[in-house]
């Protein structure tokens, strides 16, 4: 399990952890989870291909400050053709070593070629073991309002099924960010 303890840098002036820095912290809980499953970063280097984040949502529920320690709940919520999902929760440890809840959210990567940048399919023993680690706090986060991405693929949602894709959308597009590679 991911755990860390805010410090100096993650905060503002007031001590509080900035709402950027938790999405920096889900990333590496779940690659962390990946590469513990076989299927991080290195097996999908291994296999020639990259990933790059094509969508992320954030719900958040409660601020951190300095020196608190953080833990992690992480799992796949969706392996499809050419992307997935990862699914991670943010907590609190607290000193009764209760958890308190911080942000949960989805963090959706596509494969894509390394040289030309365009979506690829996943590699098939990546894609099984995938779908070997979808959660069970995966699942139960669907239930709080923070479901992954149907197989349609992460391109928004039909007019008026908020949370629901557009059937036949596919692969998302090979945008933005490259785990690991920094803001």
Not at 26 to 53: C, K, Q, R
Not at 87 to 99: N, P, Q, S, Y
Request: net charge neutral; aromatic share 4%; hydrophobic share 45%.
């Amino acid at each position: 399990m991911f755990r860390t303890r805010i410090e100096h840098v993650d905060t503002d002036a007031t001590g509080i952890v900035h709402f950027s820095r938790f999405t920096s912290l889900m990333e590496t809980a779940g690659m962390e989870h990946l590469e513990a499953h076989g299927a991080g970063l290195t097996a999908f280097g291994a296999a020639g291909v990259d990933l790059v984040a094509a969508e992320l949502r954030v719900r958040y529920l409660r601020s951190a400050g300095y020196r608190d320690v953080i833990v992690a709940d992480a799992g796949v919520g969706h392996a499809g053709a050419a992307w997935f999902a990862l699914a991670v929760r943010l907590l609190r440890e607290e000193e009764d070593g209760a958890r308190t809840p911080l942000a949960a959210g989805d963090l959706v990567f596509a494969a894509v070629d390394p040289g030309t940048r365009r979506a690829v399919p996943l590699p098939a023993p990546l894609r099984q073991a995938l779908r070997g680690i979808v959660t069970d706090a995966a699942r139960e986060r669907a239930h709080e309002g923070l479901a992954t991405p149907s197989p349609g693929g992460p391109r928004g949602a039909a007019p008026g099924h908020v949370g629901h894709r557009r059937a036949g959308t596919g692969t998302p597009s090979p945008a933005v960010h490259r785990p690991g590679a920094g803001p």
